[in-house]
């Protein structure tokens, strides 16, 4: 706890406002999307999941494949995994307000959990949502909400990251990455993403002042080759692959 207190403070002596932004496509991103007065209010089917998942008392064993969770056991209550290990606020408004103005259609989440920030991302019209669980007893969980919202657009896939990586042919406009949180495991997913990104991508590294470890990596897949934009947003690293972008990076309070 002490690390993130420490490192919310540097970043907040460290962040810029628009007006110190250079870059056309980050100062339209600020402008035109992120601080733009649009709708990004949440909708009635997120409304619905949330009366669902935070009165849900029913306990489940979670099997943790990264790091775990510094604040609940292994056996959890579903509402407290949606409480505390659940997107924040202010980021589901983000991706609401993200999600069309960058035009995404295909969209990859790696770590589902109970389904807080895939509800939010399937939500949004014309997107097509595959979000990979390595707990089974969550990924039930999850796969449970979404028939009941009636959720057509998602596919839940219950396995460890990197054998779906390996796997799967598929590209993605948007990668959330919500999973693994060490050093290790994050550098191998981010490996095994390359092939399935293009030009226009995006992926969304949460976490990434959770530990340490976890500030090491982000600061590793900025420097990337492949890596031409970077943002740190302190609760989001954000990473673009735009051939057309100088190689620039950002910390900006959004």
């Known amino acids: 706890m002490w690390y993130q207190v420490k490192s919310y403070l540097l970043f907040l002596w460290r962040s810029k406002n628009k007006h110190s932004v250079h870059s056309p496509f980050i100062f339209d991103l600020l402008t035109k999307c992120i601080r733009h007065k649009s709708n990004g209010d949440i909708t009635a089917t997120e409304a619905k999941f949330d009366a669902l998942a935070s009165k849900d008392n ?54 589902t959990s109970v389904g807080k920030a895939t509800v939010t991302m399937a939500n949004v019209s014309k997107t097509s949502v595959v979000t990979v ?95 031409t934009v970077s943002i740190d947003s302190y609760n989001w690293g954000w990473l673009f692959f735009r051939k057309e972008q100088p190689k620039q990076h950002f910390v900006l309070r959004l």
């Open 133 to 227: 669980e390595g707990c089974t007893n969550t990924a039930h969980i999850a796969q449970e909400y979404f028939d009941q919202l009636e959720l057509k657009n998602i596919e839940v896939y219950n396995k460890p990251f990197n054998q779906f990586l390996s796997s799967n042919t598929q590209s993605f406009d948007l990668v959330y990455l919500d999973g693994g949180h060490n050093k290790e495991q994050t550098l191998a997913n981010f490996e095994g993403l390359l092939p399935l990104i293009h030009n226009n991508s995006l992926i969304l590294l949460d976490d990434i002042y959770w530990s340490p470890q976890m500030t090491e990596v982000w600061q590793l897949l900025c420097q990337h080759p492949r890596v």
């Open 58 to 111: 029913r306990s489940i064993q979670v099997t943790d494949l990264g790091a775990g969770s510094g604040y609940m056991g292994d056996n959890r209550t579903l509402s407290a995994i949606f409480k505390i290990a659940g997107i924040k606020k202010k980021q589901r408004t983000l991706l609401r307000k993200l999600i069309p103005y960058l035009e995404i259609r295909q969209i990859l989440e790696l770590g």
